[in-house]
């Protein structure tokens, strides 16, 4: 339990600038508060003390502002910044590493009794405030929800809605940075207006696209018969460029070879 209460403290630290110290995070932070609460219930709900679940639940409303249901699920490292109005559902799913802020409604749309109401959000996904996500879909790992977005469709993995209707503007399958994989307070990136940093992302994402395409052709090399280690340790970049024209033009001639004996072989059939 205090291994539990001292990763939700090093989490509010890491992921909250104005955290000072941890006995203002132990004192001072509802979301703290309503999640050590939240254990509690969830115990007592999973072994069928429902009142008591739902009255610990109730009693840390009142005391925080911020209601979950005790039979929601909530992952480790869950961090509910301000945290008054927030309303998690019964069928509710939170993710590790999810935050949350001020006013998000994870809520449902239908009344039928034991069916999945509530969304599930993913492991990393970041909820602005005020924004109401309704229905049992799932939001994807690390999707980002804008402040006042109504989301009524799932949201793909690394995306963000904003909007009511809540609408994806930035594609899904766009391949994250380890600078956008890691946590970014309010849920933007730093920086992003900066020419300069514009500048090192281009130059970054053609370093990266560039590696990937030599990964392709080496692969396709080695497919083909050729031995890239010895070719590997010449020059800066680590492969030397004449020998490997010289494996491709040995690669295609040995394929070239290959075909004409398939066809060598037909020939001898016929
Ligand atoms: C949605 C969010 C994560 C996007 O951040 P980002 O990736 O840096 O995106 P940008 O700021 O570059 O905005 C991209 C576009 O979305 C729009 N947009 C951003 N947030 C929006 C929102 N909440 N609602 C509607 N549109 C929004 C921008 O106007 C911009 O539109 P444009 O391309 O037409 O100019 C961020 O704006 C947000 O809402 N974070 C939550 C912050 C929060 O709740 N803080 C509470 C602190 S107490």
């Given at each position: 339990?205090?291994?539990?209460?001292?990763?939700?403290?090093?989490?509010i630290?890491?992921?909250?600038?104005?955290?000072?110290?941890?006995?203002?995070?132990?004192?001072?932070?509802?979301?703290?508060?309503?999640?050590?609460?939240?254990?509690?219930?969830?115990a007592?709900?999973?072994?069928r003390?429902?009142?008591l679940?739902?009255?610990?639940s109730q009693v840390?409303?009142?005391?925080?502002?911020?209601?979950?249901?005790?039979?929601?699920?909530?992952?480790?490292?869950?961090?509910i910044d301000?945290?008054?109005?927030?309303?998690?559902?019964?069928t509710?799913?939170?993710?590790?590493?999810?935050t949350?802020?001020?006013?998000?409604?994870?809520g449902?749309?239908?009344?039928?009794?034991?069916?999945?109401?509530?969304?599930?959000?993913?492991r990393?996904?970041?909820?602005?405030?005020?924004?109401k996500?309704?229905?049992?879909?799932?939001?994807?790992?690390?999707?980002?929800?804008?402040?006042?977005?109504?989301?009524?469709?799932?949201?793909?993995?690394?995306?963000?809605?904003?909007?009511?209707?809540?609408?994806v503007?930035?594609?899904?399958?766009?391949?994250?940075?380890?600078?956008?994989?890691?946590?970014?307070?309010?849920?933007?990136?730093?920086?992003?207006?900066d020419?300069?940093?514009?500048?090192?992302?281009?130059?970054?994402?053609?370093?990266?696209?560039?590696?990937?395409?030599?990964?392709e052709?080496?692969?396709?090399?080695?497919?083909?018969?050729?031995?890239?280690?010895?070719l590997?340790g010449?020059?800066?970049?680590?492969?030397?460029?004449?020998?490997?024209?010289?494996?491709?033009?040995?690669?295609?001639?040995t394929?070239?070879?290959?075909?004409?004996?398939?066809?060598?072989?037909?020939?001898?059939?016929?």
């Amino acid at each position: 339990m205090f291994k539990r209460l001292r990763e939700d403290i090093a989490t509010i630290r890491e992921r909250d600038p104005a955290a000072r110290s941890a006995w203002e995070v132990l004192t001072c932070y509802p979301g703290l508060h309503a999640l050590v609460a939240h254990r509690l219930a969830h115990a007592c709900w999973r072994a069928r003390r429902r009142w008591l679940a739902r009255f610990i639940s109730q009693v840390a409303r009142f005391l925080t502002g911020i209601e979950i249901h005790p039979g929601a699920t909530v992952g480790r490292r869950v961090f509910i910044d301000h945290g008054m109005g927030v309303v998690v559902g019964e069928t509710a799913e939170i993710g590790d590493d999810c935050t949350i802020y001020q006013g998000v409604t994870l809520g449902g749309t239908l009344l039928t009794r034991g069916a999945k109401r509530h969304p599930t959000l993913e492991r990393g996904v970041i909820v602005g405030a005020g924004a109401k996500v309704l229905g049992g879909f799932t939001i994807g790992e690390n999707a980002k929800i804008g402040s006042n977005a109504v989301v009524v469709k799932p949201v793909p993995a690394g995306a963000t809605a904003v909007g009511n209707p809540a609408r994806v503007i930035q594609p899904a399958d766009r391949k994250r940075s380890p600078e956008h994989a890691a946590f970014c307070a309010y849920g933007i990136t730093p920086n992003a207006e900066d020419p300069v940093s514009l500048a090192l992302h281009g130059l970054i994402d053609h370093a990266a696209n560039e590696k990937q395409r030599v990964d392709e052709i080496v692969a396709a090399l080695e497919r083909l018969g050729a031995r890239i280690e010895a070719l590997q340790g010449a020059g800066a970049s680590g492969i030397d460029l004449q020998r490997l024209s010289a494996a491709i033009q040995g690669a295609a001639q040995t394929s070239t070879d290959a075909r004409a004996d398939v066809s060598m072989e037909g020939q001898d059939v016929v």
